[in-house]
Structures are given as C-alpha cells and as structure tokens.
C-alpha cells in the first residue's frame, strides 16, 4: 500500500557532527520524495526532493539520496548546527499523484 | 513575497460548535491542499482544490468537514459539530501547478482545541 516510514524516531547529534535520517517506502512506483523540516509551533518547511530518475540531489548543506532497488531513502546534513533541531519528515506522492503522504517524523536534537 | 497565510492560528471551540479555518495561498498558487497532524505524528492529507473545485476529498470525513475554494477569497476548511477527536494542527499548503510537478508549500497552521 502507500506507506512511508522513517527507521528511527529520535536522533541525537553533537553539533559540528554529520546526520543521516533515513526513510523507506512502500510504494515502487513513487517517483517524487520531498524532505520537510517542522519546527516546534510552525508548519513544515520544504528541505529538498528528488525524483525517481536520479539517484542524489545536494542542497546547500542537504544531501538526497534515493536508493529504489531497497526502496530506500535519506537526508544527510553536514556540519549539523543547533538551528537544525526539528522534527524531520519523508513524504511521497499518493498513486492519484494528488497529495503528499507523510512518515511519522524523527526528531532531530542537536546539542552543543 | 508572502507565504502561505493561515488564520486564526489558535481555535478554541466547545462541542458542537462550529469551526471555521481560513486559508490564503501563495500569490500565484491556485491550488491548495488541507492537512491534519495529530500529536507526535505526521500530516494526513483531507482535500486538495483547484479555484472553484474540489479535486480529490478522499482523506476528507464523510461528515461534518467540508472545504470550498472560492474564485475570490480565502479557502475554507469548516468543521461542524465538533467533537474532542478534532482536536489537532489543520496545516493548509499551496503549489502554483499540482503537486506532482511543483513543490508544496505550508503555512503555520490552525491549532483546534475542542473542549
């Protein structure tokens, strides 16, 4: 069905420290992922996508990588800064292609 | 260039009221989606509009909930007779074509409180 989960729920870095928070879906033919990061009391903020025909996608300090044999995908932020700590989720298309569907967040503390 | 526009930001309503959610998009988006967080979970797609169009309400409750998108305004999302259950952050995200071609972008969102 269309699913999408993260591994872990909580992640706890020191600052300075790289990050990685992955995800893994259900859907094989999802073609586009969004990263969101939502802050305590706000809406989310779009991070970065990716869409199926590439592998990674780099941002300014973001990197994307989607692994489609394993159905497998996952953010990594370099030089993890306190500004970080949110919560951070994975979302995919629904099959109608008209709506996002989110995992249930990890939550990134970032201490330092 | 403002953002996605929610009001009001906190709702306070007793059982059985009414509530009533706004929504202005981004200038330029006319498409505008509703979502539903619980605590500690993630967003539940409701409904997604064009102007003057319901598009897809398949996460939408069969009752009490409806939206409209009008030509002029704000989108609305409505809730009648609420109950505890609603208690939870209504987020509204627009995009200038349909999701799967631009990204979606949120606003601050509506916190529900039913008591």
């Known amino acids: 069905g269309e699913s999408v989960g993260l591994h872990l729920p909580t992640l706890s870095v020191q600052e300075g420290d790289n990050s990685i928070i992955n995800c893994a879906y259900s859907n094989s033919a999802s073609d586009y992922f969004i990263w969101y990061k939502q802050e305590s009391g706000k809406g989310p903020q779009f991070i970065i996508d990716?869409?199926?025909?590439?592998d990674k996608r780099q941002g300014q300090r973001v990197t994307v990588l989607l692994n489609k044999t394993v159905k497998h995908l996952s953010l990594q932020i370099a030089a993890t800064q306190p500004g970080d700590s949110a919560v951070y989720f994975c979302a995919d298309l629904n099959q109608a292609g008209t709506a996002l569907i989110f995992g249930k967040g990890t939550t990134l503390s970032v201490s330092s | 260039n403002a953002g996605v526009m929610q009001n009001p930001r906190h709702l306070v309503r007793r059982r059985g009221q009414e509530a009533r959610l706004r929504c202005s998009p981004m200038k330029g988006h006319s498409h505008v989606y509703w979502y539903r967080q619980l605590p500690e979970e993630g967003l539940k797609f409701m409904v997604y509009l064009q102007k003057e169009n319901i598009i897809d309400e398949s996460g939408m409750p069969k009752e009490r909930f409806s939206a409209e998108f009008p030509k002029e305004g704000p989108s609305i999302l409505r809730i009648q007779q609420v109950v505890r259950g609603d208690s939870a952050a209504y987020f509204c995200?627009?995009?200038?074509?349909?999701?799967?071609?631009?990204?979606?972008?949120f606003g601050p969102g509506t916190r529900l409180t039913v008591l």
């Open positions: 995200a627009s995009s200038p074509q349909g999701v799967s071609t631009d990204t979606q972008y």
């Open positions: 990716i869409r199926s025909n590439m």
